[in-house]
């Protein structure tokens, strides 16, 4: 089962994230719709740092998301996601709201979805080493995202 088959359909520039990033615009759209324009200040297999603009929700997705590494996230602005620590247990699910100018973590180990970003939105991401290939989370287990540094991550 691919990603087209598990969720909208999602476009990345390039086709995703790469491996090593320095100094590079990217974007990430939704059925067409903007979802996230991010510029990688770097990224590499053992941090990152990002300035992302989040545009909307990604909720209208099927399923959730995990990230190939753990992350701290400063929020200008506002929003909420639906946090889930189990993949084999999509039941469990903790909504989480983030105010503005805060900071939050999530795991490599969690998977979410965004539910509600406020006007503007703007995060600044905080990425340690890479663990794994991103995934959605489905109730026939993880399924890749298609990501190009996954890619070159398997």
């Not at 990425?127 to 290939?133: A, H, K, M, V």
Request: net charge positive; proline share 5%.
């Amino acid at each position: 089962m691919t990603a087209s088959q598990i969720t909208q359909k999602v476009t990345r520039s390039g086709g995703g994230m790469r491996r090593w990033m320095f100094l590079t615009p990217y974007w990430s759209d939704i059925d067409g719709q903007r979802f996230l324009t991010r510029f990688v200040l770097f990224f590499t297999p053992l941090a990152g740092c990002h300035v992302t603009r989040i545009h909307m929700a990604d909720d209208q997705r099927k399923w959730p998301h995990d990230h190939s590494a753990t992350f701290w996230s400063w929020k200008l602005g506002a929003y909420a996601e639906d946090v889930y620590a189990d993949p084999g247990d999509l039941t469990q699910v903790r909504h989480v709201r983030h105010r503005r100018f805060g900071i939050h973590r999530l795991r490599w180990t969690q998977a979410h979805s965004i539910t509600h970003v406020s006007p503007h939105l703007v995060t600044v991401l905080f990425l340690g080493p890479r663990r794994n290939n991103s995934n959605y989370w489905t109730p026939d287990g993880r399924q890749g995202l298609g990501m190009k540094m996954d890619e070159e991550w398997s």
